[in-house]
């Protein structure tokens, strides 16, 4: 089964059972957590000099 | 155990609890919203709908604004807690919007998620399709502006075609097979392919 069916299968299966959300908002709270701790140590406590410094370096600005 | 979505009228409510990235979202746009018309497009569109998948940026499309307008926009944004990628004055950052380059804002003292803002005119002519055909969507109490569905899928096939695109828009094919309209896809198309 490739990547693409299971994503179908799951779309098939979330129609019909909301409870799977509950998976999806542990996700997305998660990358915020582990996002945020990570950015906080690398920048703080100059975030935004450093942040921009960071964005300049790969390219996002 | 109940439906992913329902309709109520025109408007598709998915049912969920709101997470971080709806609140983000919507405190951002409870500022923009003052000042500018909007449509969230791409990732969120699909990650509102269940798609499991990180994301960094939310990308927004608003109709190019004067500067009297943006300065107004800013400076409420960075009272509410904003800081923008660009700079942190009006002068630094409003000749992005004129040279209709996009610009990032996270909450202070963060850099993921962040809005992608999407300057836009008539003449980027997809874009201002679907920013004037919008579809409503809410999520609890948040109500939000997204493009017709069957655009936004065509536009990931047709135009992105990554593999996170690909794998969005089968989601979104699969989770609103129901309420998906096939001549849509046609009359989509060539409006999409001029963006090629």
Not at chain 1, 46 to 58: D, G, I, M, S
Not at chain 2, 40 to 60: A, Y
Not at chain 2, 72 to 81: A, H, I, M, P, T
Request: glycine residues 6%.
């Amino acid at each position: 089964m490739k990547e693409i069916d299971y994503i179908a299968l799951y779309a098939e299966s979330l129609k019909e059972d909301n409870g799977l959300f509950k998976q999806q908002k542990r996700l997305i709270e998660s990358q915020f957590q582990g996002s945020s701790s990570l950015f906080r140590g690398m920048f703080s406590p100059n975030f935004k000099a450093n942040a921009r410094q960071y964005l300049r370096k790969v390219g996002l600005l | 155990m109940g439906k992913g979505y329902h309709l109520e009228g025109d408007t598709i409510i998915i049912n969920r609890e709101s997470t971080k990235l709806d609140l983000f979202v919507k405190d951002f746009l409870d500022v923009l919203k003052k000042y500018v018309d909007y449509l969230l497009v791409s990732g969120f569109v699909s990650i509102s709908s269940g798609r499991t998948r990180g994301t960094e940026d939310v990308d927004i499309l608003v109709p190019i604004m004067n500067k009297d307008v943006f300065e107004k926009l800013f400076e409420e944004l960075q009272k509410s807690g904003f800081w923008c990628y660009q700079g942190d004055s009006v002068e630094e950052v409003y000749p992005y919007i004129t040279e209709m380059s996009n610009i990032r804002f996270a909450r202070v003292d963060e850099m993921f998620p962040n809005m992608e803002v999407i300057p836009i005119t008539e003449k980027r002519k997809a874009k201002f399709f679907e920013f004037t055909h919008p579809q409503k969507m809410k999520v609890q109490e948040f109500e939000f502006k997204i493009p017709p569905l069957e655009f936004e899928i065509l536009y990931k096939e047709l135009v992105l075609g990554g593999q996170k695109d690909l794998a969005d828009a089968k989601h979104l094919r699969t989770f609103f097979a129901e309420i998906i309209k096939k001549e849509k896809f046609k009359e989509y198309e060539p409006i999409i392919k001029s963006e090629l």
